[in-house]
């Protein structure tokens, strides 16, 4: 869906400061983000005068069925689909997907199809609207060989089945994922063309055709289904599908039929006595609509008053001043749409009164729908994803249920967006979702979002309704980030000089350590003797890295947070003295990384960050001899848990030692981790992959990759993981950083 995005060009330009909201707490914010004046506000009064208000039975909209709580509605939406509303008598409205037929009946339930006539439905979904957030159930009539005929329950149907014996009616239902079926009995062996009334107490008015070929004759039964068979039968003059019509209560069964030179009328049998009584409506074009209460027909046409006539004595009267159809429920009541002057138009239900007569009251406004609102907001003006596990939660407070929200989130300075559609909740109005933090997968950067929404009615009705805000993103700076979105990168190099980033998951997935995404840096690094990921050694809060080329010059390259570098910067000659450069770590407790290195006669440099990316670092200090014993040196940060940064180094046989600083540049004794080390060509100081608050270690080799989590302990200071991370790439990079 388009958004508007003028509006997020305002919700930049305002810095919009949002206040931290909770659950039913009223956002409030500037025009220029804001919806219509009245969309935010709502009023205790008005919500007091809708609890009390009949349910709106929506203008422009046909009334497709009436169930014993509640209506169902359609009309065609601008995209040309057909909206299908139900609406309870206490307000609920439920949209419900789009299907090619539906029938209502057996109390609330709805059964949805693939076919626009009912008779051809084969797929079903039934849905029982008394429970609106109950899944439908499915039941698959065409691999019976089946078609509908009536609901009878919220989990079953009358189905027509033919198999190579004949036709059958039969009860098919769903046992939890099993399909049953039974047949039923009485009827005519040659009977087909089955259709349905609405089922009253389990038992159904189907109508069908008989006969031999070319004299085929009407016929109508009533089928007990529970019991699985016939307990009346009626002629007709009519014959199968097509002629509909077909009505029953306590005391009658009623069909229609069309007579020429005569139109419309209703056949009906008295059930007691067998009489049988003609009713005639008028011509067949007339649009006629007819319904049975108790022993009295309701009927009429657009251009007369809808009227009763009893059955038994003859007896009429009008119902209502107008009328343009008229639905039985399955209590035995009937649903008109029409209207009279004391009570204007809308729907109206005409059920027995208890002086035998007929009592009409009215059960539905016909009107516009509520305009759909967005009444609170609940978005937070800044969200640490460190603090929440790495998610957000954003919710919305509508007018009403029955709606979806497309929410989209645009970083205001990459443009990059995360969209999602929001479904409407099971309960209540609040339109929650939580983000998990990425954008198509990859961790999101880190800075300010506009959050827009905009809310659609379910039915297609009225204009959307949009606003927009503005959300601070914030993480933990990452010493290894390049691309600031709070996670590892790390950079390796292949044997053609392409360097190659990868966009470590901030978290775990799985509890694995995962690459998300891959991309080229750059290329020519092949002039590169040491590449180390520095820190931030240039002022800005993501990472930078240093690179020493073949002839001693040590090169910086600033990080621009979107996983490139800006030209390279010449911080000095004379670095080809150096057999091994460890840098990233803080040495000396002033919050700024430091750098190490040991010459060839293992004296061992302390090189302290300045901050200044021009000058990185100061003059360099001692710090001992001896170091010429070992071939790889990493600075892994604070793992053991002292107030500095430490070093592990390996030994010439692959023995890996820790080295704990002290805080003035120096460091403790060292101590012995484990020996095996030796098998991988690179030990990676890789900052806090899992988000634990201790910085890790990657050591990459032809024998595999591994993560090495902190633990914190002197003694023990890795616990050693698997991790998809370069996966049969052990030997296709020269240079991991």
């Not at 046909?62 to 065609?76: C, P």
């Not at 009584?277 to 251009?303: C, I, M, Q």
Request: proline share 4%; glycine share 16%.
């Amino acid at each position: 869906m388009q958004f508007r995005s003028t509006r997020l060009a305002l919700a930049v330009t305002a810095v919009l400061a949002v206040t931290t909201l909770g659950a039913g707490t009223l956002a409030t914010a500037p025009a220029a983000l804001a919806a219509d004046a009245g969309a935010v506000a709502g009023s205790a009064a008005a919500s007091a005068e809708q609890s009390t208000a009949l349910p709106v039975f929506p203008e422009g909209t046909e009334l497709g069925g009436v169930g014993t709580s509640g209506f169902l509605t359609y009309h065609f939406g601008s995209d040309t689909a057909r909206k299908v509303l139900w609406t309870s008598y206490d307000g609920t409205r439920t949209s419900l997907p789009e299907s090619k037929g539906w029938v209502v009946g057996a109390g609330d339930v709805v059964v949805l199809g693939d076919h626009s006539w009912a008779s051809e439905m084969r797929s079903l979904t039934l849905r029982n609207m008394a429970d609106p957030s109950a899944p439908g159930v499915a039941i698959d009539l065409g691999a019976l060989n089946g078609t509908f005929v009536a609901v009878l329950s919220p989990t079953s149907v009358l189905a027509q089945v033919t198999t190579e014996a004949g036709v059958e009616l039969r009860v098919v239902g769903k046992d939890g994922a099993t399909t049953t079926s039974r047949t039923i009995a009485g009827l005519p062996a040659d009977a087909t063309e089955f259709f349905g009334s609405t089922a009253r107490d389990g038992s159904v008015l189907v109508g069908y055709e008989t006969g031999p070929e070319g004299a085929r004759t009407g016929g109508r039964a009533l089928v007990d289904a529970a019991a699985g068979t016939v307990t009346a039968t009626y002629a007709a003059a009519e014959g199968g599908r097509g002629y509909g019509g077909l009505m029953f209560s306590g005391s009658h069964a009623a069909w229609y039929e069309y007579e020429a030179g005569t139109g419309g009328v209703v056949r009906s049998v008295d059930r007691t006595t067998g009489e049988v009584k003609r009713t005639v409506l008028g011509p067949h074009t007339a649009e006629w609509y007819f319904s049975l209460v108790g022993d009295r027909l309701v009927y009429g046409n657009p251009e007369t008053p809808v009227r009763a006539v009893s059955l038994t004595t003859g007896e009429t009267g009008d119902l209502l001043d107008s009328g343009s159809g008229a639905m039985e429920a399955s209590d035995g009541t009937v649903v008109v749409h029409g209207g009279r002057a004391s009570d204007g138009e809308g729907l109206f239900r005409v059920e027995a009164a208890t002086d035998g007569g007929l009592a009409v009251t009215k059960v539905a406004d016909e009107g516009p729908l509520p305009a759909l609102t967005i009444e609170q907001v609940h978005v937070p003006a800044t969200v640490n994803l460190d603090a929440s596990g790495g998610k957000a939660t954003l919710g919305w407070t509508l007018s009403y249920r029955e709606a979806h929200l497309d929410l989209t989130l645009t970083h205001t300075v990459t443009g990059k967006e995360f969209r999602t559609r929001v479904n409407a909740p099971a309960e209540g109005t609040l339109f929650s979702f939580t983000w998990d933090g990425t954008i198509d997968g990859v961790d999101a950067p880190n800075g300010s979002y506009g959050v827009e929404v905009e809310a659609t009615s379910l039915d297609g009705t009225g204009e959307p309704v949009y606003q927009g805000w503005l959300m601070n993103v914030v993480r933990t700076a990452e010493p290894h980030d390049f691309t600031n979105n709070g996670s590892t990168d790390v950079l390796s190099r292949d044997a053609a000089g392409g360097l190659w980033r990868d966009d470590l998951r901030d978290r775990p997935v799985g509890g694995q350590v995962v690459s998300a995404q891959r991309a080229k840096a750059g290329s020519g690094w092949q002039i590169y003797k040491h590449i180390e990921a520095a820190g931030n050694v240039g002022g800005a809060a993501h990472g930078d890295v240093l690179a020493v080329d073949t002839s001693g010059v040590l090169w910086v390259h600033l990080s621009k947070g979107d996983g490139t570098f800006a030209p390279r910067g010449n911080a000095g000659p004379g670095w080809q003295v150096y057999n091994t450069v460890a840098a990233g770590s803080d040495l000396d407790g002033d919050n700024r990384p430091d750098l190490v290195a040991t010459d060839g006669a293992g004296a061992l440099w302390l090189h302290k960050g300045t901050g200044d990316y021009a000058k990185p670092f100061a003059a360099r200090v001692k710090i001992g001899p001896g170091w010429q014993i070992y071939n790889q040196v990493t600075a892994v940060g604070n793992i053991a848990g002292t107030a500095a940064g430490d070093l592990v180094a390996r030994d010439t046989s692959g023995v890996l030692w820790l080295h704990q600083g002290n805080g003035n540049g120096g460091f403790a004794p060292r101590v012995r981790i484990g020996g095996g080390w030796g098998v991988f060509s690179q030990l990676v100081g890789a900052g806090d992959l899992d988000n634990d608050g201790r910085p890790d270690m990657i050591a990459y080799g032809a024998g595999g990759t591994y993560v090495y989590r902190s633990t914190g302990v002197v003694d023990a200071p890795f616990s050693r993981r698997t991790t998809s991370l370069f996966a049969g790439e052990g030997t296709t990079f020269n240079s991991v950083a």
